[in-house]
């Protein structure tokens, strides 16, 4: 899915896969069986780089979800994911008739350099990043 700021800048969020391959076997939530590899893409009109990372854990996205459903009801006035690694994080916020999405992507873990981007979007555009995310958290369950 893409996220635009006023600048024109895009960031592209993708999830390509489970890190590792294979289901897991216990009973208890297996930290290794659920980390996924995203896929950053930011594009500046000026310059394109590419992204990958296993930041992200399959009970993250869960929650994430439905809490972006709880702010699409009403029931709360906004969403974060905050990943358990420091590196990806979106932030929602409901102000008014608007929705300000901040995306903080720490590409490089030794420097601490990062891409972020904010974007403004309404109700209708919130509803389809919703049905986006929806889809990569059934495509992708907790194993």
């Excluded at 950053?40 to 990958?52: H, Q, R």
């Excluded at 905050?82 to 916020?93: C, G, Q």
């Amino acid at each position: 899915m893409k996220f635009y700021d006023k600048e024109g800048n895009i960031l592209e969020f993708d999830i390509v896969g489970y890190q590792f391959n294979g289901q897991s076997n216990e009973d208890k939530f297996n930290w290794d069986a659920n980390w996924l590899n995203i896929k950053i893409i930011f594009d500046t009109g000026n310059y394109k780089e590419e992204y990958y990372s296993s930041c992200i854990l399959t009970i993250e996205l869960n929650q994430f979800v439905k809490d972006l459903e709880r702010l699409i009801k009403g029931k709360t006035e906004k969403c974060i994911m905050d990943t358990l690694e420091p590196y990806f994080k979106i932030n929602i916020v409901h102000d008014l008739n608007e929705y300000k999405i901040n995306i903080c992507f720490i590409y490089d873990k030794q420097t601490g350099n990062k891409i972020e981007l904010t974007q403004i979007a309404n109700e209708q555009e919130l509803k389809y990043i919703y049905d986006e995310f929806k889809s990569l958290a059934t495509k992708y369950k907790e194993r």
